[in-house]
């Protein structure tokens, strides 16, 4: 044999044998059954996937593959925000998963999300859920970019342990704080792409996003004022004496004026700590769950916003033989919680606008939807619609779909509006909160379909 023939079949066996590797690191990621979970027909795999060798980072995700022929369905990759909530815990048990604890069992969760689409959900930044690092320095002063690097690393890793999702069409959603996390990540593999394509992206949909600040949190008073949470004269304070979007660097920063402070403290006393600020129209004894993304209204940081007894989600998880048949461990932590206590996330980061890299998506051609919860208070549905109406003018898309309603069955759903050829979409959820699939999960369900099919929403029943 000549050298470069032996050369070949050299590089041949190699890449059988990390072939070979990754499947077998697939199949310890198996779980064989959840802790009183009801028969299912659909695997599920979760596990790490080190990000950081040297420093012994490593990120925790949970795969549930379609209940119906997996192989021919699109991946979705969901994260939640915060930043610092599990996407575990919030996304894959309280949301669009297929299982809700109840008390000792799981019950199956009839809208799940993972009928349509193989659903990877993933704890992310290290220090969230079951994620870790084994260097604790790490965690003073996470920032968006160390979060989109580590969340570009794990996806090529875990590809390579899951081969045969390569080259599939590839959905990135989210909510919250996802407004940060999702249009950075899908940045970095738009620009990964130019040299190799590995990511066969085809969309990503924001739910109740954070995308540029000052528009998204002075959306709030007049969000308060029009539901009837706030009184006139506290409106007209609001929006007088305090600028909500330099207010969290104030906040943080000990320099709010005490005319701020004086008004910041009766719309606290107006809407009352008996209203959920991310459902207004939900009932206040609901899972802490619902309450992610605490940075987004920190004038809530001293209170408990859980009012209920029993977390389930948060008990579930705790369970010893629920964390083995996850194969989750808790490094450095007590327990396992929705949102860290670990990571000290570089809060400044909220006041860096996103707006402007989905925009770049747009242009590189990635579909791109922003959807939002009506009852949503916190990042209200008004903020949302004028970002996606100014970048549609600034891109010089035309309106497809001007402003209607659409439908889930007989009822109306939302309200939808469509920009060039499907490339930039808005739809609100009717009666959703915050949490879109946590309280209207028919109707995001519905909306999930039409965004993997890249078709408009229902305009009549």
């Not at 690097?149 to 342990?161: S, Y």
């Not at 779909?401 to 609100?428: C, D, E, I």
Request: aromatic share 12%; hydrophobic share 40%.
């Amino acid at each position: 044999m000549t050298l470069i023939t032996l050369l070949l079949i050299q590089i041949h066996l190699s890449v059988q044998v990390e072939r070979e590797r990754s499947h077998l690191g697939s199949l310890s990621d198996k779980i064989l059954k959840l802790p009183g979970q009801p028969q299912v027909g659909f695997q599920q795999f979760s596990g790490y996937v080190p990000v950081d060798a040297e420093n012994q980072r490593a990120l925790f995700y949970y795969l549930v593959e379609a209940e119906i022929q997996p192989e021919t369905k699109p991946l979705v990759l969901w994260l939640n925000g915060g930043p610092g909530c599990s996407s575990v815990g919030v996304g894959a048990f309280s949301e669009n998963g297929p299982f809700r604890p109840s008390g000792e069992v799981l019950v199956r969760n009839e809208h799940s999300w993972n009928k349509v689409a193989n659903m990877l959900y993933l704890e992310t930044p290290a220090g969230v859920g079951f994620s870790y690092s084994a260097n604790d320095s790490y965690y003073a002063g996470v920032d968006d970019a160390m979060t989109a690097r580590d969340n570009l690393v794990f996806f090529r890793k875990w590809l390579e342990r899951f081969p045969q999702y390569r080259g599939r069409n590839l959905f990135i959603t989210g909510e919250s704080y996802a407004g940060h996390y999702i249009p950075q990540l899908a940045h970095l593999m738009v620009r990964l792409n130019k040299k190799e394509r590995i990511f066969n992206l085809k969309g990503i949909a924001l739910g109740n996003p954070l995308l540029e600040h000052t528009t998204d949190f002075n959306s709030r008073s007049e969000y308060f004022w029009s539901h009837g949470l706030i009184s006139d004269a506290t409106y007209m304070l609001f929006t007088s004496s305090c600028n909500y979007s330099r207010y969290v660097s104030e906040y943080y920063r000990g320099a709010l004026s005490s005319a701020c402070l004086t008004t910041m403290g009766q719309v606290i006393k107006e809407t009352s700590k008996f209203v959920n600020n991310y459902d207004v129209t939900e009932d206040v004894c609901i899972s802490s769950i619902v309450s992610q993304s605490l940075i987004l209204n920190p004038e809530k940081v001293r209170e408990k916003i859980d009012v209920c007894v029993e977390d389930e989600t948060v008990s579930y998880l705790n369970r010893k033989d629920v964390q083995e048949a996850l194969h989750g461990k808790l490094v450095g932590q007590p327990k396992w919680v929705v949102c860290s206590s670990v990571v000290e996330y570089d809060f400044l980061n909220v006041e860096i606008p996103t707006i402007g890299i989905v925009g770049s998506l747009v242009k590189s051609g990635v579909p791109v939807l922003v959807y939002s919860g009506d009852q949503d208070s916190v990042l209200p549905l008004t903020g949302s619609r004028t970002l996606v109406g100014k970048l549609a003018a600034d891109l010089k898309l035309k309106t497809t779909v001007p402003y209607r309603v659409w439908f889930h069955g007989k009822q109306v759903g939302g309200w939808t509006q469509v920009y060039g050829k499907n490339m930039l979409s808005f739809a609100t959820i009717r009666g959703a909160s915050h949490e879109a699939p946590f309280s209207q999960p028919e109707r995001s369900l519905e909306l999930f379909m039409a965004f993997l099919q890249g078709i408009p929403l229902p305009e009549s029943f």
